[in-house]
């Protein structure tokens, strides 16, 4: 049996749906029917044996039909006030109006996902720009206050694909288009505090989805980097940053909550810190710390609108700084998260950044097809080398400073002088675009889409040897000098750790948590 009462209220909402609600008037006014029918049986009984002239002469059904009139006025008039009430309290509670529309919550999360990856701050198309508030209203395609005349909103609803946004895509579901309509139409107001935030930065954060429990395939290893002590090897994974044994290369652990994916890990001199710079490629970058003994977040320093490809501890420690798919290249304070300098410099990504040796200078390689020098401190440019006429992935400073080693799409390794921004040397002898540089001591490491490594004298730059062995372009690398060992890291999702002083392979695995290994050739041959 239900216990019912039309008070009966959790917080503002009625106890019972609507649809309860019209059931139970519905039962209700057929117990009234029948309680007046009941009544008026009883009254026509009750006239039957009266003498009274109106009786006489009153036809039964008149008689009936006045009773039940009569009854229904007498018996129900408490029912049919508590029915009123009851379905007055549903319309009063189901028709208050919605709370406006977040533009922080919920439309910059659809202009994030859907359009700035078309209309950010590089090559954006159509010369409309909405990765941040203020370019969003700059260039009339939102009309506050009044959908009918706002372009943006035309383009979302167009029936032709090759004229519909997102372009190339699926049309957006009908709930986004209806709260980017009833944003516009309350005013396409700012809930934020600054309007010239990237979107990324004011979207409420949430967890970053789990990664696979099993990885179904393996992914390409985009970033690797040794711990200071040489036991551990972080690699980047899918939602994850993955910890290898170096000595069996079995799986120590794995740092979750992390953007989608990884491209590029710096441990802090300490080795107590671990910065994961990534993103989902075209909606957002991230630029996270973490306890590298733990995996717990220490602090989120940037979101931005598309991915990072880069981050470096400065020598001493107290710094960090980032690159990425925005052109912008940003220094932090380690301690407190402050940005403290922001470098708008090149014309396209940064992929890669290094400190010199006492954290004075910064170096970048970037899509534009150079590599540029900057003060740390006041962020200002101070040399630019265009040598490679192609895009740059990656750069490093020679051990004292006095040389920057860049590479590229040309297949080679550029050394220039940072004081004047001219050519020293170059290294070449690469089959394909070479992806990564590392310099230890007299010692420089690379490696290649031609799928092997490589160990040059930094002196004279004479090739040392070549590490073998990868079936797939090589996309990253890392040496640590204590073991002198070598990790590489490539396209097919396998890692090789090599001894740097004889050119052994020591350890190969495929970095893909719960991935069955594939059979070497021979195995298959014996099959």
């Known amino acids: 049996m239900i216990r019912f009462s039309p008070l009966v209220v959790v917080g503002s909402r009625p106890w019972l749906s609507l649809g309860q609600r019209l059931l139970f008037a519905t039962g209700l006014g057929a117990i009234i029917i029948r309680l007046a029918v ?113 372009h943006l909103l035309s383009l979302l609803l167009e029936e032709d694909p090759e004229v519909r946004m ?58 690797l980097a040794f711990h200071p002590q040489g036991n551990l090897l972080a690699a980047s994974g899918y939602q994850e940053v993955t910890l290898w ?56 320093f940037c979101t931005t609108n598309d991915v990072l490809f880069g981050a470096a501890f400065s020598p001493d420690g107290k710094r960090l700084a980032s690159c990425g798919a925005d052109r912008s290249i940003r220094i932090y304070d380690v301690a407190t998260g402050e940005e403290q300098v922001l470098i708008e410099d090149h014309a396209d990504w940064v992929l890669g950044i290094a400190w010199n040796t006492d954290g004075t200078r910064l170096a970048s390689a970037s899509r534009d097809k150079t590599s540029k020098l900057f003060d740390t401190t006041s962020g200002e440019s101070l040399v630019t080398y265009p040598g490679h006429g192609a895009p ?43 992806y990564g540089v590392q310099v230890s001591g007299a010692q420089i490491f690379s490696c290649s889409a031609d799928k092997t490594a490589q160990l040059h004298k930094a002196d004279d730059r004479s090739r040392i040897r070549v590490f073998s062995g990868h079936t797939d372009w090589i996309y990253s690398l890392s040496y640590n000098e204590p073991s002198k060992r070598l990790a590489t890291g490539s396209y097919n999702g396998e890692i090789r750790i090599w001894n740097s002083e004889d050119g052994a392979a020591l350890l190969s695995f495929t970095a893909s948590p719960g991935l069955a290994p594939k059979p070497s050739a021979e195995q298959a041959a014996a099959k």
């Open 38 to 150: 009941a009544t008026t049986d009883s009254d026509s009984e009750r006239s039957a044996s009266s003498h009274t002239l109106s009786h006489l002469w009153m036809p039964t059904f008149v008689q009936t039909e006045s009773a039940m009139m009569l009854r229904l006025s007498r018996c129900t008039g408490c029912l049919l006030l508590s029915a009123y009430m009851l379905l007055g309290s549903v319309v009063s509670a189901e028709d208050e109006p919605p709370a406006p529309v977040s533009f922080r919550a919920q439309v910059a999360p659809i202009f994030l996902r859907k359009c700035a990856g078309c209309h950010g701050a590089v090559d954006s198309q159509g010369d409309f720009q909405l990765h941040t508030f203020k370019l969003a209203m700059a260039d009339g395609y939102i009309t506050p206050g009044d959908p009918d005349d706002s």
């Open 166 to 223: 997102p372009k190339d895509g699926e049309p957006l579901p009908g709930e986004s288009i209806e709260l980017v309509r009833r944003w516009i139409a309350e005013g396409a107001k700012y809930d934020g505090d600054d309007p010239t935030l990237p979107l990324a930065s004011i979207v409420p954060r949430q967890p970053h989805p789990d990664p696979p429990e099993v990885y179904r395939a393996p992914i390409a290893i985009t970033a």
């Open 245 to 300: 044994n170096v000595s069996d290369g079995t799986l120590a652990r794995r740092i979750t909550d992390i953007s989608q994916r990884v491209y590029d890990l710096d441990f802090s001199p300490d080795g107590k810190l671990l910065a994961v710079a990534g993103g989902t490629p075209g909606q957002s970058g991230e630029l996270r710390v973490v306890d590298a003994e733990t995996g717990s977040l220490v602090r989120v």
């Open 392 to 434: 740059v992935y990656d750069v490093a400073f020679n051990a004292d400073g006095t040389q920057v080693l860049t590479c590229g799409r040309d297949k080679k390794i550029h050394v220039w002088n940072p004081a004047d921004g001219k050519k020293i040397g170059e290294i070449a002898g690469f089959g394909l675009d070479v």
